[in-house]
C-alpha cells in the first residue's frame, strides 16, 4: 500500500487555495485544507473539499483522437501530433499566420500559458491568442 | 487586487460591487466576514440580493447596468460634501478638473432616479467609504461584464483616488479573478495585445528582446484577434485554424449558435481537455491534456500570489501534461522546444518577464510569492501603489453614464442577468463530473420574483420557455425575491439549458468583455 499526501493549489476559482491530495496506490482519494495556506489558513469551499472527485472521472479523456469519416476515432500519439503540426503548418502556408488562432487557458499552468504563447508568436508568427478572461 | 486577501480583514468599510463573493470566491468571503466581527462596515451593492447582502450594513439594489451612474452619484456626494482627499489628488493624480465637471451632473436625487437606489443610500455609502481610516473596494464580473465594463472599473479607480483609498494596508480596487490560473494566463501574455508580463506587441524595443529571447526570425508588431474577433473570423473566413487548450467557447461565450456556426468553418479545430466537452466535439483532433494532480507548475492567484502545483499521480491512461504536447507541436511544426521539467521553463519565464524575474520554484515551498517580484531577493509585494503608480500619476476619467446595449421593450419584457452558483464552476466540466457536487444541483434554473411567476402562472419547479433575440431555451423555474420584479437570473454552468444561448454578445469596445449581466427576453410557461 502506497499511500502520500500532497500539497498543491486549488483548480477552481481564483482565490488560489492551499490543499492536499490523499493519494492511495496512484488514485487521489481525498482533499483536506492546509493550515498554513497564506489565503484559507485551514478551510476549503464545498468546491475545493469535493476537488478529488472529477479527476478519475471515468469520462476523462485518456486516448488522442482523430476525426476520420466524420467521426472522432482513436488514434496514437505520434499519429495525433502530426496531423496537428502538419495541417497548422499546411494553413500558414497557404494563408499566412493570421490565418491561425490560440486559445490559452486560466485551467493549465503559467508554464503552459508562456509555451502556447510562444508557440504562437515565435513559431506561427500571429498575436492572435486569448482566453477566457472576459468569460 | 491591488491589495493582498488577508488585507481585507482589516478594512473599516468593504464597499462590495458586482461580486457574489459567498458564491464564487468563498474563502474571500471568509475575510469580508472577519472584517465585519472586527466592526468594519460592510456595503453591497448588487441587482441580486446575494447572500453577503442579507450581513451588509447597508445593501442596494441598483438596476442593471447603471453601475456608472450609481458610483458617479456617490462621487458627486464625496465632492459636494467636501470629504474627498484633497492632498492626495494634487499629489498623486491628474484630469481631477475635467472629472469633477462630468461628476457634478450627478446630483443624488438624478442618480436615484437612474439607479433605483434611494437618495439617502448613496450619501450614507459616500459617508461611509469616504471617511473610513482604511476603505476596500471589492468587485468581480458583475462589474465588467457590460458593455461599459471598462467605464464601470474606470469609476471604481476614481472613488479609490478621490477618497485615497488606495496605496495603502487594507484599501485598494480588488477584482476577484473567476478561475484558478485566469491571473497567470494573463500574466503570462495569454492576451492578443502583450508578450507576458503586459510587454506590448506593438512596441519595437520590445519586440526585438522577444526575437533574441527566442530566437524567432520575425515577430508580428500587429495585435491580434480576441475571442470574439476570432470566431467571427471563422465565420468570415480570414481564420482558418483555431487551436483551443482547456477552454469551453461552446458553452462560455455569449450567443452559442453562432459559435457552433463559426467553430463548424474551422478548416482545423485542435481541441486540447481533459473531457470530450462540446467544443471538443467539434473538434478535427483531440488531444487528452491532464489534470492539476498530473503535473508540476504554478498558479497565479487573484491576488498576485505564484504558488505551486505539484504532481500527484501519474497521468490518466495516454493522458500527457499539457506543456509537454504543446513542445511536441511545436517541434513537430518546425520550431524547437526542449524543456526538461516545469521548472525549466520557469527560469526562461522569468528572463523575460520582469514582475517574474525572482520567481524560481525554489522559493515557492513557502507560501509563494506575489509579483511584482523583480529579483532573487526580492520578498514580493503585498500591495501595488505605494507612494506611486505604476503609470506615475493616477489619472482621473471622466465618466459618462451610458445604458446597456439592450433593453426591455413590449416584445421583451424581462431583464435577464447570468452568473455562477456555490456547488458549480464555469461550464461545469469539473463540478458536474464530481458526484457530490452534481448531487447538490443536478440541472440549471430561471431566479425569478414570486409576482412575476404569478402574473405567468408558473409555480416552484414549472418549466418556462425563455426566449431573447438570439435563440430560445426551457428552464425549471424557481422562485425568490432574490431579485427584483421584472428581473430574472440564470446559472450559466448548464449545456443544456444553456443561457450563453440567450446573452448578447455586444461588448465592451475597448475590453471586447460581452455583456453577459443584461439582455432582454420573454418569459413564457411551457407548454
Known sequence: ?135 | MTNSIAELEDADCIFVIGSNTTSSHPLVATRIFRAKEKGARLVVADPRQIQLALKADLYVRQNLGTDVALLNGIMNVILTRNWHAQSFIDERTEGFDEFRKVIAGYPPERVAELTGVAASDIIQIAEWYAKAKAASIVYCMGITQHTTGVDNVKSLANLAMLTGQIGRESTGVNPLRGQNNVQGACDMGGLPNVYPAYQAVTIPDIQKKFQNAWAATTLSDKVGLTIPGMLSGLAQGSVRALYVVGENPMVSDPDVSHVKKALQKAELLVVQDIFLTPTAELAHVVLPGTSFAEKDGTFSNTERRVQRVRKAIEPLGNARPDWEIIMEVSTRFGYPMHYGSPAEIMEEIARVTPSYGGITFDRLDGPGLCWPCPDKEHPGTKFLHKGRFSRGKGLFHAIDYKPPAEIVDAEYPFWLTTGRVHVHYHTGTMTRNSPSLHAEMPEGHLEIHPEDAHRLTVRQGDRVRVISRRGEITAKVSLTTRVDRGVVFMPFHFVECCANILTNPAHDPIAKIPEYKVCAVQIEKAA
Open chain 1, 1 to 135: 500500500m502506497d499511500y502520500r499526501t500532497v500539497l498543491t493549489t486549488c483548480a477552481y476559482c481564483g482565490c488560489g487555495c492551499s490543499l492536499y491530495l490523499e493519494v492511495l496506490d496512484g488514485r487521489v482519494i481525498h482533499t483536506f485544507p492546509c493550515k498554513t495556506g497564506p489565503v484559507n489558513e485551514g478551510k476549503l469551499c464545498v468546491k475545493g473539499w469535493n476537488i478529488h472527485e472529477f479527476i478519475h472521472s471515468p469520462k476523462r479523456l485518456t486516448r488522442p483522437l482523430l476525426r476520420q469519416n466524420g467521426t472522432l476515432v482513436e488514434v496514437s500519439w505520434d499519429e495525433a501530433l502530426d496531423f496537428t503540426a502538419r495541417r497548422l503548418r499546411e494553413i500558414k502556408e497557404a494563408h499566412g499566420s493570421d490565418s491561425l488562432a490560440f486559445l490559452s487557458s486560466a485551467k493549465i499552468t503559467n508554464e503552459e500559458n508562456y509555451l502556447i504563447q510562444k508557440f504562437a508568436r515565435a513559431a506561427v508568427g500571429t498575436n492572435n491568442v486569448d482566453h477566457c478572461a472576459r468569460l
